[in-house]
């Protein structure tokens, strides 16, 4: 079936503007994760949600970042005043279950703030 | 703090040269650990999950292995299109359910 899907896949914003990414996780899957990418590191953690619900939004570098997923599907990852240091690659990952289960990545979003 | 660590950073394989690539990982309680494989300009694309010591898995060239400190990729007889960033990730159980990625090693295979 389709993967987990993300727009824009580019998206070029000047300082201070508000960005809104989006991420359509694979049907049917509970958990959804957004990650980001620093050039040459892992992923890290920004926020995770269980259907609706946000458990857990301890990674959210600054009180500029928001996410939500309102229906318990799609979810959209907000940067508002963006800075230069938030350019990076979002990525967004679904999985079926939390506890231990895989999960699925999309292409990710390049973003780069000028 | 959850912490994973890969080696080497980069590695160049000539194509038939196999080699191992290593996770070190210190976490609170280990609920699975997991190797992703990444293009340039893609996602993570899934290979292994492994969830508990001792336990092996494999998908054509390459075997994933586990200890209760360490994770390796094994690659036997790689082929270019073996060439890609490989992510380690720890899925901790301290609570919450994010994963904890190490940097990757870039492997590159020469024709």
């Known amino acids: 079936g389709a993967g987990v899907s993300q727009s824009p896949r580019y998206k070029v914003a000047k300082r201070g503007q508000d960005v809104a990414l989006r991420c359509d996780p694979i049907?049917?899957?509970?958990?959804l994760f957004w990650y980001q990418q620093a050039l040459g590191q892992g992923p890290e953690f920004l926020t995770y949600?269980?259907?609706?619900?946000?458990?857990?939004k301890s990674g959210l570098p600054s009180d500029r970042f928001f996410a939500e997923r309102p229906e318990g599907s799609v979810s959209t990852l907000k940067i508002q005043r963006t800075q230069q240091e938030d350019s990076a690659v979002y990525l967004c990952?679904?999985?079926?279950?939390?506890?231990?289960?895989?999960?699925?990545f999309g292409p990710g979003t390049r973003l780069t703030v000028l | 703090e959850d912490q994973v660590t890969q080696s080497p950073e980069a590695l160049r394989l000539q194509e038939g040269e196999s080699s191992s690539l290593n996770c070190s990982y210190t976490?609170?309680?280990?609920?699975?650990l997991f190797w992703y494989r990444q293009d340039p300009g893609k996602g993570p694309e899934f290979l292994f999950t492994?969830?508990?010591a001792g336990e092996e898995k494999e998908k054509e060239r390459l075997k994933a292995t586990l200890t209760k400190k360490e994770s390796f990729l094994h690659i036997t007889a790689p082929k270019p299109e073996d060439s890609a960033t490989y992510l380690c990730?720890?899925?901790?159980?301290?609570?919450?359910?994010?994963?904890?990625f190490g940097k990757g090693t870039k492997l590159s295979v020469i024709p």
């Open positions: 492994l969830y508990s």
């Open positions: 990952a679904s999985s079926l279950v939390l506890s231990g289960d895989t999960q699925y």
């Open positions: 990730a720890v899925d901790s159980g301290a609570g919450s359910y994010q994963l904890t």
């Open positions: 049907s049917g899957h509970v958990s």
């Open positions: 949600f269980q259907n609706e619900a946000q458990l857990d």
């Open positions: 976490v609170s309680g280990l609920r699975g």
